[in-house]
């Protein structure tokens, strides 16, 4: 059913792009330069994600579509849908890559559908110790030119830097060791670097989108999920389970991309708006989560009685090592680039 809503919306939103250049088929430029001269034309674009009202990432969204709408004085008219009330995830990312006036906030794996190496960037299992660490990862020109394969998809990658923090274990019993996890049914994101990685850690993935893990707790379909204190204390997920293994395993964080389709359309005002009110709500994105994470913990735990557990980390990172060899599509030698990326990262941090 979602399915059949998403290929609607997917038409509904191209059809008058389709009229409009007589149903000829326009491949997506492959630079960000805007044409000479776009004359500025009312924009309304969707903005989409699976976080919760509740949840900051979806605070510091709300920040940026105002800013955005109130600054552009009617040129533009971005229109939020939070919680998975506008397709999100893969759906979201087909809006986008199908020339939607769609911008989508969601895990980095779904623009490593499109460009693989986005994957072990992001969502490599314990490549990062730090935010700074991956933050700074995220300026690298690696990273540069992995979003200059995107734009040519169709994608426009706006940010990477919408961290919501490590992500670990909320079960309803404790797994400080790869061999507590046997048997235990852990909901991942629609991603195969997530569902090798937990199967590696040695439980038994399932992935869905995360708006439906709430009633799979509650039927048994699942035991638990895993994600960051700010999802476990903003989705309420320790409503249904209140054991936290903190196996820090991957990083939460979020890629704000436009279409390129979009984008091209956008005077250059317009763009520059967008760009700077979204450099604001990012900043307000990592500052809220550096200060909220330790004030969330301690708030489960009192308020909520929730238990938060250290784990064999080692243990853990020795389970997943074997991942970084599972992906045909990873250009080879990509974890070792990454590997001197960090290198000099860490080197630098330290200064
Ligand atoms: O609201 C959901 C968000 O906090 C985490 O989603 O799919 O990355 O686990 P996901």
Redesign the pocket.
């Known amino acids: 059913m979602k399915k059949m809503v998403a290929v609607f919306l997917v038409f509904a939103l191209l059809l008058p792009a389709v009229f409009a250049q007589g149903g000829a088929e326009t491949a997506a430029p492959a630079t960000t330069a805007a044409p000479a001269a776009v004359k500025e034309q009312k924009q309304v674009i969707k903005v989409t994600t699976?976080?919760?009202d509740n949840?900051q990432?979806a605070k510091s969204l709300v920040k940026f579509v105002n800013g955005v709408n109130s600054r552009s004085n009617g040129s533009l008219e971005l229109q939020l849908f939070t919680?998975g009330t506008f397709p999100i995830?893969k759906d979201a990312m087909e809006l986008v890559v199908n020339g939607g006036d769609v911008m989508t906030i969601?895990?980095i794996n779904f623009l490593a559908d499109y460009v693989p190496d986005y994957d072990p960037m992001a969502n490599g299992p314990f490549m990062y110790t730090s935010f700074d660490e991956y933050l700074a990862m995220t300026k690298t020109q690696l990273v540069q030119d992995l979003n200059a394969q995107a734009i040519k998809k169709g994608i426009h990658v706006l940010s990477l830097d919408w961290v919501?923090g490590f992500?670990s274990m909320m079960l309803k019993k404790p797994v400080l060791k790869p061999e507590d996890m046997k048997g235990l049914k852990i909901r991942v994101?629609e991603s195969p670097v997530y569902t090798y990685t937990l199967q590696a850690m040695g439980a038994s993935p399932i992935a869905m989108?995360?708006?439906d893990t709430y009633s799979a707790i509650d039927q048994g379909v699942i035991d638990g999920?895993?994600?960051?204190i700010?999802?476990y204390y903003?989705?309420k997920q320790y409503e249904r389970v209140k054991e936290y293994s903190l196996t820090r395993h991957i990083l939460?964080v979020?890629s704000v991309a436009i279409s390129e389709k979009c984008w091209q359309k956008l005077s250059e005002n317009q763009r520059n708006i967008i760009t700077e009110e979204l450099a604001k709500a990012t900043k307000d994105n990592l500052d809220e989560t550096n200060k909220l994470e330790a004030g969330y913990a301690k708030e489960l735990q009192e308020k909520y009685g929730c238990h938060f557990h250290e784990v064999d980390a080692p243990a853990f990172q020795k389970a997943a090592a074997v991942v970084y060899t599972k992906f045909p599509k990873w250009t080879p030698g990509i974890y070792d680039k990454l590997q001197a990326e960090l290198v000099k990262i860490r080197a630098n941090l330290k200064k």
């Not at 999920?225 to 960051?228: A, P």
């Open positions: 699976k976080f919760v949840e990432t919680g995830g969601d895990g919501f992500r994101p989108s995360y708006p999920v895993e994600g960051s700010l999802t903003g989705t939460g979020s």
